[in-house]
């Protein structure tokens, strides 16, 4: 069974920083490209960002760019969300996710949806 | 950045009643769109892949449809399970983004 389960959400002071990690299980964790979503109180869904499967690349949104970095531990099935520079607006609900992939023809191909969420973990950003 | 717009913002329905929810894009995405139900505090759920492909272990009375910018979630038959919170996503784009969501709920 796949699981997904974040830890490391809190309260933090503006412009502080917080790690949050994610522990998969149930599946091989290196073939996966992996994400970050989030969801404000009351609000709707947000891509955060997205590692590759073997970390070499990863993408991010505009107002995390700078001062988010999503890493992983292929070894450990871990994958991290390291938040600097906390504001206010980053106050959210913060979703582990998996994206799938399909193999055609001798080539993988990474799909940029998600097929499997995390329960999530909070983070507060106040004084 | 592509933007999607659902609509409506909330429909009220009587369970067994079918409904359509509607997602539009910013600008043609072809088939990159997908839909997730989120219940009340519990994470998303895929629904539908690439606007009409079914996914396993959801119900079949969910389907999906649309090509370019218009994107239709329907459900047969509403039940009781399915009252919650609807959103399309799009994978057009590398910056990806979801629609705002359709909240259904009981009449």
């Known amino acids: 069974e796949v699981q997904l389960v974040e830890s490391g959400g809190g309260l933090v002071q503006p412009g502080r920083s917080m790690k949050l990690s994610c522990a998969a299980s149930?599946?091989?964790?290196?073939?996966?490209?992996m994400a970050w979503v989030c969801q404000a109180p009351k609000k709707g869904l947000e891509w955060v960002a997205t590692i590759s499967y073997d970390g070499s690349s990863t993408y991010y949104r505009d107002s995390v760019k700078g001062r988010f970095t999503i890493s992983r531990d292929n070894a450990k099935s871990t994958l991290y969300l390291q938040m600097d520079s906390l504001r206010s607006e980053d106050t959210a609900t913060y979703y582990c996710?998996?994206?799938?992939?399909?193999?055609?023809?001798?080539?993988?191909?990474?799909?940029?949806?998600?097929?499997?969420w995390g329960p999530g973990t909070m983070v507060t950003v106040s004084s | 950045n592509i933007v999607l717009t659902q609509s409506p913002a909330t429909l009220s329905v009587t369970p067994g009643e079918s409904v359509s929810l509607s997602c539009r894009a910013s600008q043609s995405i072809s088939t990159s769109i997908h839909w997730y139900q989120q219940k009340s505090n519990e994470s998303p759920r895929l629904l539908i892949k690439y606007a009409s492909q079914s996914i396993s272990g959801i119900p079949s009375r969910f389907s999906g449809s649309g090509s370019g910018t218009d994107f239709t979630l329907s459900i047969n038959r509403v039940e009781s399970e399915d009252f919650s919170i609807y959103y399309c996503?799009?994978?057009?784009?590398?910056?990806?983004?979801f629609g705002s969501g359709t909240k259904l709920e009981i009449k």
């Open positions: 149930g599946f091989t964790f290196n073939n996966y490209d």
């Open positions: 996710a998996r994206q799938p992939f399909y193999y055609y023809d001798g080539t993988y191909y990474y799909d940029w949806y998600f097929d499997f």
């Open positions: 996503q799009q994978s057009y784009s590398s910056l990806l983004t």
